[in-house]
Structures are given as C-alpha cells and as structure tokens.
C-alpha cells in the first residue's frame, strides 16, 4: 500500500487507491472523498442562468422579428389570392356582358322597312313587341351596341316578334371631320327607307353596314364616308340580301343619296331630340324607349326579358 504525505490533508485518494463509493441512498454519513452535490433546490435548471437568460431574450426577440413577418406573409398571400380571384370573376363577367348576341343569325332578311314622320319603322305592324330606338351614325357607344345586339334584333324582326322605330340623332355632326357626317348618314338612311323599303331586308343591312367596325368612322379623327361611299355601301347591303331589279325605285335612291338633301334628316332630328327629352330629361344614345320608358340596355338580358313579357 503507497504511503501518503503526512503533510497533504487533501482527502483526494492517491491514484492507486480506489475511489470510494456513492454513499447507498439510505445513508447519511458522507464517506471521505465522496462530494455530495448540492440540494435540488440550490441547483441551476437547464437553460437558466445567465446563459440560459440569454438564449432566451435571442429566442424572444427571434420571434418578435418572426411575428410581423409571418403575418406580413400571410396577408400578402391572401391578398394575392383575393385580386386573381377578383381579375377572374372581372374577366368573366365582362365575356358575359359583352357576348354577341345571337352570334351567327346575320342582318335581318324579311323585313320591309316604312317612314313616318322621319321614323324609320321596321318590322309587322302585328309584332307582340315595338321599341323606339335612338342612334346617331357617328356614336361609338352605337356601333358597340348593333354589334353585340344587332343580329338578336334581326331575328327577333324577321320572326314577326319585333318592330324597331329607328330614330335617326345628328347631334355629334361636330365631332366628325365633315361636321356633317351625323346629317348625313342619317339622310342616307332616310334615302333607302323611303326608296327601297319595300324590298326584304335592303334597309337593316345597309344600317348595319354603316356600324360596322371596319367602316363605322370613329369620333374626333381626321376621315369620315364620303357620298360616294354611302352609295357604295348601298351597293354592297342590296348585293349581301340578294336584292336584283327593281331598277326605277333604286335609281331614286341614289339620286336622292347623291342629291345632298338634308332638311328631312334635321328636322327628324329635331322631333326625336325632343322626344327623347320628354321621356329623359336629356339627348344621348344609344337609348331605347318601350313607350315613355327607357331600358336599361346595360343588362345583356333586355331583349330576351322584353320578348319573354
């Protein structure tokens, strides 16, 4: 057995001495060498402390910064989600509410058209269904609306389920580069239903031709139709209905087209202006009339509803 320094009172046993043993749990003597730890409640709990705080105040701050920004993310993400669903409901509703009417029908085939007192009726006098309709041939708003309803009217016409009154407006004359151009359009008109209205279908089309979107001319620019291309485009509408002959009443036509005489034009102008003031307080188009009443041509439904009453 190595003898100890009888000088060193350390009670660390020498190294070939074996360590004492943990005391049993029963025991309450604390064997020489053995250093007991100290009371549960003088311990330091894992993760306190200084550096326990520390890591804490990290984790704290760590999840004030995280908060806000994982809020930020989420409303950024619902908002995203809310605008595509928005753009397609938009996207939608504007097909809906801008679909051609009865794409495919065509102008209208079987209809004579009448003058009275510068209105141009077109339809049989037995149709379940009459509206006044206000346009002006220079208004973009109407070339939109012949375009999506033009040919629901057509048929509804042909079928002997409508008469449209066209009334003929010359207000926006200003915004043509003719200044005249309204005036003259709507004398045109006047020129074919008074001279070939009788034939089926001659004056719907040669209406619809002057709203189409490739020879309607566009408010405020520098070109508008001329006489000559008024005439042509009587030309092409009898050709596009198969009207031949009737040589005398087509020669009137064109010489009244050609003759430049407006004073019928104006003055169907001026009694629908003050129709339309009358039943609207106002002057605009395009405008339809059941009686006194005005429809409200937003919905895309409103011939279907007039028909279907």
Excluded at 21 to 49: C, Y
Excluded at 247 to 275: F, P
């Amino acid at each position: 057995m190595v003898s100890r320094d009888p000088h060193d009172v350390s009670d660390t046993p020498a190294a070939d001495e074996p360590l004492p043993a943990e005391p049993d749990q029963g025991e309450t003597a604390v064997r020489p060498g053995w250093i007991a730890p100290p009371p549960a409640e003088l311990r330091t709990a894992v993760g306190s402390g200084p550096a326990g705080s520390a890591i804490k105040r990290q984790s704290v701050a760590s999840e004030r910064k995280a908060g806000p920004q994982s809020k930020q993310l989420i409303i950024g993400g619902i908002v995203v989600v809310v605008m595509a669903v928005v753009l397609v409901v938009g996207l939608v509703l504007n097909k809906v509410n801008t679909a051609i009417q009865n794409d495919g029908y065509g102008s209208a085939t079987s209809t004579t058209a009448t003058v009275i007192d510068g209105v141009i009726a077109v339809g049989t006098k037995t149709a379940p269904v009459s509206i006044d309709y206000f346009t002006d041939a220079l208004c973009a708003n109407c070339g939109q609306f012949e375009r999506q309803y033009g040919q629901q009217i057509a048929q509804a016409m042909d079928e002997g389920k409508l008469t449209v009154r066209y009334h003929l407006l010359t207000y926006l004359d200003a915004r043509s580069i003719t200044q005249t151009y309204s005036t003259r359009a709507a004398a045109a008109q006047l020129c074919v239903a008074t001279n070939l209205g009788p034939e089926p279908g001659t004056f719907s089309r040669f209406h619809e031709q002057l709203f189409a979107q490739d020879v309607q001319p566009q408010e405020n620019t520098f070109t508008d139709l001329s006489t000559e291309q008024l005439v042509d485009q009587l030309t092409q509408a009898r050709t596009a209905v198969g009207a031949t002959g009737n040589e005398a009443a087509v020669g009137k036509a064109l010489a009244c087209l050609r003759g430049g005489d407006t004073a019928a034009a104006a003055a169907a102008n001026t009694a629908s202006e003050a129709r339309l003031t009358q039943a609207l307080g106002g002057v605009g188009a395009p405008v339809v009339l059941v009686g006194n009443k005005g429809v409200n041509t937003d919905d895309v439904n409103w011939l279907t509803n007039l028909l279907a009453s």
